[in-house]
């Protein structure tokens, strides 16, 4: 299938370079990048992969276009390049781009404020890694009990205590401060191999030393003691750490924080395109096929690229409208066009027009928040033709919002017999019972005689 080209017209670009770089993105300057009025000094950086290899959108776009745009080139301001934003996707979750967040919000404030929201939590996390870090180069498992001298557990002992009281992570100190307390009273208080002066130390026989604060308890254990204690830490932290990455899909300001979109389970060639379009606006929308381009549409709804949301639902609710009608013409009906079937006959472009009325009906069908143009265009097809074999296609799919909004579209048609009434009516009673009537799919075969 030939890959499609749909492009809004650019306003000219200005030739004229801006002398003043350190301009950021305002809100006038990224109205004025969107329209492609600005140029930069140097060509703009495309987004990378995960392999490293630099993506050019558009190149591989064929005559085969909706639309034949002018070519325009699209250079925003530098600054609009200064933070880079992992975008990963893919079934494997191990597939991902390198984007930029000032390209990304210029086309999506949902964006924009998700990472705004997260730049005090993006902080909090990059000094949660340094800690881990300085505890990495502490503990080591390999290093060997004699080779564990009292300086190397001070120096231990020293991150372990700026975790219990400065960790970062609010809601994470309180958990490494309850497993640091059980793992001490379960594992080395009561073992006197792991205390100073083992024995003979009567603070850790006092009962009441489980009221001290537990940086004044952990004072009491010896070389063999902390080792444990901060191997149990640096166990602790990377379990955690873990566990933020199993619920990372979940959160989407969690994954912002540390600058990544995740976007799991979605093919590449979507993101590809998407990507393409923030990228090289006058290149316009590049897709394969009514069901890649379903797949764009719910993309730019995930990322709330709400102008790319309205170019690809104008595509499809114009090209679909634009199939039921001609299909209408060549007496083939709407149920035909949803089973694919009785098209045999037509033409390549016919055949691809075809397929964006099932991949739309099936798209409203399954998405109740789908984008009210595509499902007015659907509830209209299904009023205009009242093909009965339609709704049993649609019965067992659509959702009790999308039916009550047909059954008010139904009750505001009139019947056949109110038409044939009507002052003015173009209609025969025969012409309108054939209207409620769906065309069989395929021919009849001719009587033999």
Known sequence: MGRHTSVVSQPPICKEEQTDTSLTPTMETRREAKEGAITRRDPSPEFTDSKGVQSLPGEAADQNSVISPPQLEFRPFRDLYTTPVKIEYGAAQDEYFIAHLGMLQMYSTELGQRFLRVEQNKTAISKAKTMLDMLDEVVMPELSSECWSQEVADEALKVVHLCLQKYPLKHQRVFIEKSLRKFADDNLFGDTKKIKNGSNNSSVRNKGIKEWELTQRLQQLNAHGVKRLALHLKSSLWDMARREETTIEENVYRAAAQGRIILWGVDRRSVHSVLSWVYNPG???????????????????????????????????????????????????????????????????????????????????????????????????????????????????????????????????????????????????????????????????????
């Open 283 to 449: 290149r316009g929308l590049e897709y394969e096929d009514a069901l890649h381009l379903c797949d764009i549409l719910q993309l730019s709804r995930t990322l709330g690229m709400q102008d790319l949301t309205q170019v690809c639902a104008s595509i499809l609710s114009r090209t679909s409208d634009t199939a039921i009608s001609n299909a209408q013409r060549s007496g083939i009906s709407l149920t035909c066009l949803l089973a694919d079937q009785g098209l045999e006959g037509i033409d390549r472009e016919e055949r691809v027009e075809h397929g964006f009325v099932r991949a739309v009906f099936d798209y409203v069908l399954e998405h109740g928040d789908a984008p009210t143009v595509l499902q007015d265009m659907v509830i209209q097809a299904i009023v205009s033709t009242r093909d009965l074999e339609t709704f049993d296609y649609i019965t067992i799919k659509m959702s009790r919002e999308f039916s009550l909004r047909l059954n008010k579209a139904l009750l505001g048609q009139p019947s056949a017999s109110q038409t044939e009434s009507m002052p003015g009516s173009q209609f025969t009673g025969v012409e309108n019972e054939s209207r409620t009537m769906s065309t069989p799919c395929a021919p009849e075969p001719p009587v033999q005689g």
